[in-house]
């Protein structure tokens, strides 16, 4: 358990051993299909997919997807609502076609959220990290990527030791007490960081690994299989998508 | 406040992208120099991306009684400034879009744009702008963490109203609605967020002073004389 529950998901799917550019071949093509296809029955195709791949042959839990969705929900109902009041001279109105848009650009933005999310919780990021050297990154960069995805979970794990601690000393008891206790909570994240970071590099100092901490990335080979059927797939919903 | 995946027309993820991009490569450029001079700051320059990650999972007593959450931008354009925060912040995007699904990828140069660029700049340029009219570290880096928080949500603001202008009054009535809706939760939050810092370098100052003097933040103490 890493206490990201996304990351948990995709450590545990059923498509963890899968090649990551398989998968990001598969995912890209969903998104680049809800961003492209018209809303219906496009992105309801691209988002369904999606939904089934991962809950089904993914074996992503539905509580994990679903706790997940709800976070760019709460921005896509604002935001689509937000797009279609319409402010005039008269006042708030709705927009002419405003059933149509709303529907449309939060079709658009759950399917490709959806798919995002299926890369998400079948892929871990150290495995997505290497796949960026493919794309000319250059290696220093990466590394500071991959250093702080391993640091983030050292630190995620101090700020709720931390802030237990703090709660338990009543330290969010009141709202002053409480703005005292974050203030304090950020400030030991940072120090903590700072500190981990100075003995990581001591630790790799002596034991001769001078230019970083360097792991060597796993081998998850690429299926035909898997290929041919992403391919069928998206070449379907992009004829469903443009015959409709 | 990160623009969801799909929200945006392609065209328009593709400029943002674009504009974004000189920035990220900067910055880019700058942590490869610095890994390249000073390997052991590797770590350090990873550290603070997950810094900056983990500040987001801070909970802010919110003014109008829910919780919210800082960006952190403001903070870590002061203490690494803006050029490596346009790639601390791009990555951070990234994370936060794969592992809490805040954002998206096709979003990802127009949110980098908002928050990894315009956040930064605009909280380092105010903190610069009180230090310079003789403000302390403090209210510098009120100025910076708020600055950059409202600039981060004005320019989110302009990214919809421009790829969603309002049927009557365009792009100017577009902004008016964005900048009226987000505002109930980004303007308690830049001043929140302001608070936090003030607060978060307040412990610093009593804490990790040498830390804040090696990053030139507070002139060196004097030695003791004897």
Same mark, same amino acid.
């Given at each position: 358990?890493?206490? =990201?529950?996304?990351?948990?998901?995709?450590?545990?799917?059923?498509? +963890?051993?899968?090649?990551?550019?398989?998968? =990001?071949?598969?995912?890209?093509?969903?998104?680049?299909?809800?961003?492209?296809?018209?809303?219906?029955?496009?992105?309801?195709?691209?988002?369904?997919?999606?939904?089934? /791949?991962?809950?089904?042959?993914? !074996?992503?839990?539905?509580?994990?997807?679903? !706790?997940?969705? !709800?976070?760019?929900?709460? &921005?896509?109902?604002?935001?689509?609502?937000?797009?279609?009041?319409?402010?005039?001279?008269?006042?708030?109105?709705?927009?002419?076609?405003?059933?149509?848009?709303?529907?449309?650009?939060?079709?658009?933005? /759950?399917?490709?959220?959806?798919?995002?999310? =299926?890369?998400?919780?079948?892929?871990?990021?150290?495995?997505?990290?290497?796949?960026?050297?493919?794309?000319?990154?250059?290696?220093?960069?990466?590394?500071v990527a991959?250093?702080t995805?391993?640091?983030? &979970?050292?630190?995620?794990?101090?700020? +709720?030791?931390?802030?237990?601690?703090?709660?338990?000393?009543?330290?969010?008891?009141?709202?002053?007490?409480?703005?005292?206790?974050?203030?304090?909570?950020?400030?030991?994240?940072?120090?903590?960081?700072?500190?981990?970071?100075?003995?990581?590099?001591?630790? /790799?100092?002596? !034991?001769?690994?001078?230019?970083?901490?360097?792991?060597?990335?796993?081998?998850?080979?690429?299926?035909?299989? &898997?290929?041919?059927?992403?391919?069928?797939?998206?070449?379907?919903?992009?004829?469903?998508? =443009?015959?409709? | 406040?990160?623009?969801?995946?799909?929200?945006?027309?392609?065209?328009?993820?593709?400029?943002?992208?674009?504009?974004?991009?000189?920035?990220?490569?900067?910055?880019?450029?700058?942590?490869?120099?610095?890994?390249?001079?000073?390997?052991?700051?590797?770590?350090?320059l990873g550290?603070a991306g997950a810094f900056t990650f983990?500040?987001?999972?801070?909970?802010?007593?919110?003014?109008?009684?829910?919780?919210?959450?800082?960006?952190?931008?403001?903070?870590?354009?002061?203490?690494?400034?803006?050029?490596?925060? @346009?790639?601390l912040?791009?990555i951070v995007?990234?994370?936060?879009?794969?592992?809490?699904?805040?954002?998206?990828?096709?979003?990802?140069? @127009?949110?980098?744009?908002?928050?990894?660029?315009?956040?930064?700049? @605009?909280?380092?340029?105010?903190?610069?702008?009180?230090?310079?009219?003789?403000?302390?570290?403090?209210?510098?880096?009120? @100025?910076?963490?708020?600055?950059?928080?409202?600039?981060?949500?004005?320019?989110?603001?302009?990214?919809?109203?421009?790829?969603?202008?309002?049927?009557?009054?365009?792009?100017?009535?577009?902004?008016?609605?964005?900048?009226?809706?987000?505002?109930?939760?980004?303007?308690?939050?830049?001043?929140?967020?302001?608070?936090?810092?003030?607060?978060?370098?307040?412990?610093?100052?009593?804490?990790?002073?040498?830390?804040?003097?090696?990053?030139?933040?507070?002139?060196?103490?004097?030695?003791?004389?004897?």
């Amino acid at each position: 358990m890493t206490g =990201l529950a996304v990351d948990d998901a995709a450590w545990a799917s059923a498509w +963890r051993r899968r090649s990551p550019a398989d998968k =990001l071949l598969l995912c890209g093509g969903l998104v680049g299909c809800a961003l492209a296809l018209p809303a219906w029955p496009g992105s309801v195709l691209v988002g369904l997919t999606a939904v089934v /791949l991962a809950l089904g042959p993914a !074996r992503v839990p539905a509580r994990t997807f679903g !706790r997940a969705v !709800r976070w760019p929900l709460s &921005f896509i109902a604002v935001g689509a609502l937000t797009s279609v009041v319409t402010v005039g001279t008269g006042g708030l109105g709705w927009a002419p076609d405003a059933a149509a848009r709303a529907g449309s650009l939060a079709g658009h933005a /759950l399917a490709g959220s959806a798919a995002v999310l =299926l890369l998400a919780t079948t892929t871990p990021m150290s495995d997505l990290l290497p796949a960026l050297r493919g794309l000319r990154v250059p290696a220093a960069v990466v590394e500071v990527a991959a250093v702080t995805y391993r640091l983030l &979970f050292v630190l995620l794990a101090s700020l +709720r030791t931390v802030r237990e601690a703090q709660t338990a000393r009543l330290g969010y008891s009141t709202p002053a007490r409480g703005w005292r206790s974050s203030g304090a909570l950020a400030a030991a994240v940072l120090t903590r960081s700072w500190d981990r970071a100075r003995r990581m590099q001591e630790g /790799l100092a002596g !034991r001769g690994m001078e230019t970083g901490l360097r792991v060597l990335p796993e081998v998850l080979p690429s299926s035909r299989a &898997f290929l041919a059927a992403s391919v069928a797939g998206l070449a379907a919903i992009v004829a469903v998508g =443009l015959a409709a | 406040m990160h623009i969801a995946e799909g929200f945006l027309p392609a065209t328009h993820a593709v400029g943002w992208t674009l504009a974004a991009a000189p920035f990220v490569v900067h910055g880019a450029r700058q942590v490869v120099i610095e890994v390249r001079e000073r390997p052991e700051n590797t770590l350090l320059l990873g550290a603070a991306g997950a810094f900056t990650f983990v500040l987001s999972a801070v909970k802010l007593p919110s003014f109008t009684g829910s919780s919210s959450h800082p960006t952190g931008t403001g903070a870590g354009a002061v203490l690494f400034r803006p050029p490596v925060m @346009a790639l601390l912040g791009t990555i951070v995007l990234l994370f936060q879009a794969l592992l809490l699904a805040h954002g998206g990828l096709t979003t990802l140069g @127009a949110n980098a744009f908002a928050m990894a660029v315009v956040g930064p700049w @605009a909280g380092y340029g105010a903190y610069r702008l009180v230090r310079r009219l003789g403000g302390g570290l403090l209210p510098g880096v009120f @100025a910076a963490m708020a600055a950059a928080d409202l600039a981060t949500y004005v320019t989110t603001a302009g990214q919809l109203a421009l790829a969603l202008p309002d049927a009557e009054t365009g792009v100017a009535g577009a902004l008016v609605k964005f900048l009226s809706v987000f505002a109930l939760t980004q303007v308690p939050l830049a001043v929140g967020e302001g608070l936090l810092g003030v607060l978060l370098f307040r412990t610093l100052t009593a804490n990790a002073r040498p830390e804040l003097e090696r990053l030139g933040l507070l002139a060196a103490a004097p030695e003791p004389t004897r």
